[in-house]
């Protein structure tokens, strides 16, 4: 009798093992099912019934949300003899750090000198977003998103023969 029973356990544990390894079976949604906007933070859970000759098992399997794009950081260091690097390219929506290495204050900003308005975006306090607006003191730094695709010349505002380019794509 104990055989019988032993028999039955393991039989069971096995078929429930395969049904677990099997992969689901999916079905797209209909129209009336499909939610009508997912935010990137939220899963998608799917039931499904598996039947066989021993009974009936639920199975659920959950979708990840999509990634998301990552910005990046590109760090430009302010050295006694300029910018370093002083031409970098990034992607759209990444962001560059102004950090101060010199030992001497500086001011990033767009191009062109004194005006600052080479770069589209409004903001800042000379008419462009992409301006300091300030000395960056020595070992402190600032940082830029840039969202406008294009070629962006900037300067030391202090010292506007030392500059760079950043390039966006």
Known sequence: M???????????ALVLIGIALMPPKTTAPTPADAPAFQTP?????????ESSSLGTVEVETTTPPPALPVSQS?????????FSPSVVNIKK??????KNDSGKPFWP????????????E???????AFDACKRI?????WSFTFNEIGAWRY??????????????E
């Open 2 to 12: 104990n055989k019988i029973i032993v028999a039955i356990v393991a039989i069971v």
């Open 41 to 49: 933070t939220q899963t998608q859970t799917q039931t499904q019934t």
């Open 74 to 82: 590109v760090t430009i260091s302010y050295i006694p003899n300029g």
């Open 93 to 98: 929506g990444d962001t560059v750090v102004f």
């Open 109 to 120: 900003a767009t191009d062109p000198h004194p005006a600052h308005t080479g770069y589209p």
């Open 122 to 128: 409004k903001g800042g306090c000379r008419g462009s």
């Open 137 to 141: 003191e020595s070992g402190e730094s």
């Open 155 to 168: 300067h030391d505002h202090m010292s506007a023969s030392q500059g760079g380019v950043i390039m966006v």
